[in-house]
């Protein structure tokens, strides 16, 4: 079993610059704190991963209640984005799901260190049909490792052959050495010898996975 996972934002959909906009501003709305949003320069690069360390930087108590009230802000900040500016695709990539699909050898999971919620808010928005797949996100844990082996977790049920995961970001890369997984960069946010700008050419980015 080959088995395939994906990030989300700027991965499968073209949300990363609104995202990280909503967020930053529903950071300052709660808190009345700027949020640095050079994401590579935190610890875990997810959405509770950032305010975690934000926090403590800040020294801001009540951190539970201030995660709820940031993430209730940022979530009506997408609903309200995506209603006058649906989310696009990136070229091919539900086409891509769907052929992988179809195939008796792979296995596909979704691992985002975004929210749930906001995940199946902008993937809804772009019409990407991710039935039967599942999903780990900051919901989850606040380490994007730690979120990529649940998400395996929750597919892979017999000894798989290869893991090839799909990604836009360092941090995606540098998750993926750790764990010793195959990584496909999406994108040219950093340098990597394999790598794709959308999934148009379905051979060339079936060829990363092995199949």
Not at 2 to 30: P, Q, R, W
Not at 40 to 67: K, P
Not at 95 to 120: C, H, M, P, Q
């Amino acid at each position: 079993m080959n088995h395939v996972m994906f990030d989300i934002d700027g991965t499968l959909i073209e949300s990363y610059d609104f995202d990280s906009e909503c967020f930053a501003e529903a950071v300052k709305a709660v808190t009345g704190y700027e949020i640095d949003t050079n994401w590579s320069r935190y610890t875990h690069v997810t959405d509770t991963g950032i305010l975690n360390q934000f926090f403590q930087e800040n020294n801001i108590e009540n951190t539970q209640s201030a995660h709820e009230q940031i993430k209730h802000v940022f979530l009506s900040k997408i609903r309200t984005r995506i209603a006058k500016t649906p989310v696009s695709e990136i070229v091919g990539a539900a086409a891509f799901i769907a052929r992988l699909k179809e195939l008796d050898n792979v296995s596909i999971s979704l691992a985002t260190g975004g929210w749930y919620e906001s995940a199946l808010l902008k993937l809804a928005s772009a019409g990407m049909d991710i039935s039967n797949i599942p999903i780990a996100s900051a919901n989850d844990h606040y380490s994007r490792i730690e979120i990529m082996k649940i998400a395996e977790k929750r597919v892979v049920k017999e000894t798989r052959l290869s893991f090839t995961y799909f990604g836009d970001g360092s941090w995606d890369l540098n998750a993926c050495k750790k764990l010793g997984v195959n990584f496909v960069l999406v994108g040219d946010k950093v340098i990597h010898n394999q790598s794709i700008m959308n999934f148009e050419k379905q051979d060339e980015v079936l060829a990363y996975i092995g199949l």
